[in-house]
């Protein structure tokens, strides 16, 4: 028997004890009156010698983190959601309780009633009068001086995570507050939540490898979206002229430390509005997110500053490639030698890629990961913006943005092309470049050109990338720090 086996064999022996003696070790009639941070916050700044004139009792329940017993009396800490407090109990002023004591360890939830004093040491500490056992733990936790340091233990049992490292409770308490934010922010601003479907008969709204299932009572595959944007513009037809989701999406590709095949977006669209006045939007939108965190807008990320004061720099695609990675224009019109420049850089190609979309590629070797600061990149090829309106004035292009932050894409915007049959010509362009990848199926999507012969208002559209966003505004550097469960290979018995 291994050691970790033998501390479990010594704990359900205990357990064995305890249901021996008649005691339930997994009740659950105990209701709590009081959380820690309540109870700091009323009489965090008090003296003992105040305290000593409040006669009231608290009740409060948590985890035991930490335990010394010293014979006839004992120190332990308990946790609950907001914090850790300590607590102090005698064996001559709490008998059976005390002797109870024994048959409990670090990592057990017990329930605990007292009244407060301070230590010798200062420390705002429950005289304990009742302890109860509230659920038996096991397993031992981590070393607590040392807290949960492995890398792929903290993501693969994010539980202790939580449990051991109050910085990662944070970072996802964060998250939490941020997604209220944005939430807010558009309804203060009269766009309509919505939920649109996770299973969809097309894999349709972006280029993505899909996942697929099948329906057996249909008897029809189905794909997890890769994007709600085609249900989300279809209510934009039927009149919901501001509408947004939080969603889930799922794309059948690498994982890195930017990517993870779940993850979360925040789309939204706005009819009678460009992608210039979404772009004003989300510099507001993330910029009231950042003041309200840090209560400025300047934060730092992975030890550089960044600044999200207004206004921020609005570069078109093609001038990026000259101005940030100082490429000629000589090389910018010649086909062969960008060819030969991507595939020194390993990047896959098929040889018949146009101009814009050899340009879109250079970029994003050559610029994205220069873009610290917030930096929108405006104006791309219409080759890689299917579902993009043309600019005016230059056919070529597309008004559409992304922002990138931190050598991050972060958002990605258009004005939302609503001509069906420029449209539909699109769509059969993407399905001849699909001839033969059998994992994004060829379809056209037929009903959706429908609704945009009904006729779309003029529109906008932007997706969000929560998970890299609040990867930024809690100094994460890997998506897994910001997803409770990342997706991980199966675990090596």
Known sequence: MNG????????????????????????????????????????????????????????????????????KAAFFHIQDRTGKIQAFIQKKSSGDYFAYLKKLDIGDFVGIKGRLFRTKTDELTILVEELHLLSKSLQSLPEKWHGLTDVETRYRQRYLDLIMNPESRSVFEKRSAIIQTIRSFLVARDF?????????????????????????????????????ELYLKRLVIGGMERVFEINRNFRNEGISTQHNPEF????????????????S???EMIGELVQSLFGSFVLEYQGKRLDFSSPWKRVPLRESLRTVADFDEDFLQNVANMRKFL??????????????????????????PKLFQPTFIINYPV?????????????????????????????????EL??????????????????GNE???????????????????????????????VMLLTDSPSIRDVILFPLLRRERK
């Not at 972006?206 to 697929?212: D, L, S």
């Not at 595939?343 to 994205?368: A, P, Q, R, Y």
């Not at 003029?458 to 890299?468: K, L, S």
């Open 4 to 71: 970790i086996d033998k501390l479990v064999d010594q704990r359900l022996k205990k357990l064995e004890e305890i249901k021996k003696e008649g005691i339930n070790p997994y009740p659950n009639k105990f209701r709590v009156k009081s959380t820690v941070s309540e109870i700091r916050k009323r009489f965090g700044e008090m003296t003992n010698e105040t305290l000593e004139q409040v006669n009231d009792r608290y009740t409060l329940a948590g985890r035991i983190m930490s335990m010394r017993n010293f014979g």
């Open 192 to 228: 309509f939540e919505v939920e649109t479907p996770m299973m969809q008969p097309l894999a349709g709204g972006a280029t993505a490898r899909p996942f697929k299932t099948h329906h057996n009572a249909l008897d029809m595959d189905l794909y997890l979206r890769i994007a709600p």
């Open 264 to 279: 979360t977006m925040l789309e939204f669209y706005q009819a009678y509005a460009t992608y210039e006045d979404l772009m």
């Open 281 to 283: 939007l989300t510099e």
């Open 343 to 368: 595939e020194e850089n390993s990047v896959d190609l098929n040889g018949e890629e146009s101009l814009g979309e050899l340009h879109t590629k250079i970029f994003e070797i050559e610029v994205e």
């Open 383 to 415: 080759e890689v913006s299917p579902l993009s309106r043309r600019r005016d004035n230059d056919p070529a292009e597309v008004e559409r943005f992304e922002l990138f932050i931190a050598g991050k894409e972060i958002a990605n915007a258009f004005s």
């Open 418 to 435: 609503n001509d069906p049959v420029d449209q539909r010509e699109r769509f059969l362009k993407q399905l001849q470049e699909r001839k």
């Open 439 to 469: 994992e994004i199926p060829p379809e056209l999507d037929e009903d959706y050109v429908r609704a945009l012969e009904y006729g779309m208002p003029p529109t906008a559209g932007e997706g969000v990338g929560i998970d890299r966003l």
